[in-house]
């Protein structure tokens, strides 16, 4: 199987995004019980505490690529990010 191969600088960006934006949220919370409605909400909180359009769609897509892993390993049927309206 390949690996994605991305500059370090890209994954110093991943890794803030996560800390700072996704594990706040969804550490505790069991990718089996995550819906639609919910990650929509938690776009709309990003947005509405001021981070910009840009770095709601990045942490978005790093929820998303973590939900994608989900989908991959079957661990979820569908991934509930797909067709979030984002920023």
Do not use: C, F
Request: hydrophobic share 45%; no cysteine.
């Amino acid at each position: 199987m390949k690996s994605a191969r991305v500059k370090p600088s890209t994954l110093t960006e991943y890794d803030g995004l996560l800390r700072v934006h996704v594990l706040p949220r969804w550490r505790d919370v069991q990718v089996s019980t995550i819906d639609t409605v919910e990650v929509e909400a938690w776009v709309a909180e990003l947005t509405k505490a001021g981070l910009s359009a840009s770095r709601t769609r990045q942490a978005y897509l790093v929820l998303r690529g973590i939900l994608d892993t989900a989908v991959k390993s079957r661990r979820l049927a569908v991934n509930p990010a797909q067709r979030v309206d984002l920023p």
